[in-house]
């Protein structure tokens, strides 16, 4: 099995930061991208940021110059710095990862979600 364990959301002023952690464990074989979506309530999940392996990192407009993402590919982890953080950041953050197990193909895997809450 492949597991995705987050770490590092918390309560935080508008204006701080941040920084989540994700790491993928278990039989993996390879991995095409790692990233992070959200969802805040009532609202449906987003892309935050995605970091392929090979090509370009892709970033919502909403957090662009904001945020960072960055990957550890010897430790199968991936990064999220965010900075000036807002209330509208606000969600549940999951962690992602398109993952192939041995002998088998890329699928989609998913964290269980971090809370990040930024009061104004």
């Known amino acids: 099995q492949v597991q995705l364990v987050e770490s590092g959301g918390g309560l935080v002023q508008a204006g701080g930061s941040l920084r989540l952690s994700c790491a993928a464990s278990?039989?993996?074989?390879?991995?095409?991208?790692m990233g992070w979506y959200r969802q805040a309530p009532e609202k449906q999940r987003e892309l935050v940021a995605v970091?392929?392996?090979?090509?370009?990192?892709n970033y919502a407009d909403s957090v662009k110059g904001r945020f960072t993402i960055s990957r550890d590919n010897a430790k199968n982890t991936v990064y999220l710095q965010m900075n000036s953080l807002k209330p509208e950041d606000t969600a549940v953050y999951y962690c992602?990862?398109?993952?192939?197990?041995?002998?088998?193909?890329?699928?989609?895997?998913w964290g269980q979600g971090t809370q990040v809450t930024v009061s104004s």
């Open positions: 278990g039989s993996i074989s390879s991995i095409e991208s």
């Open positions: 992602y990862g398109r993952i192939r197990r041995p002998a088998s193909f890329y699928r989609d895997y």
């Open positions: 970091r392929p392996s090979t090509g370009t990192t």
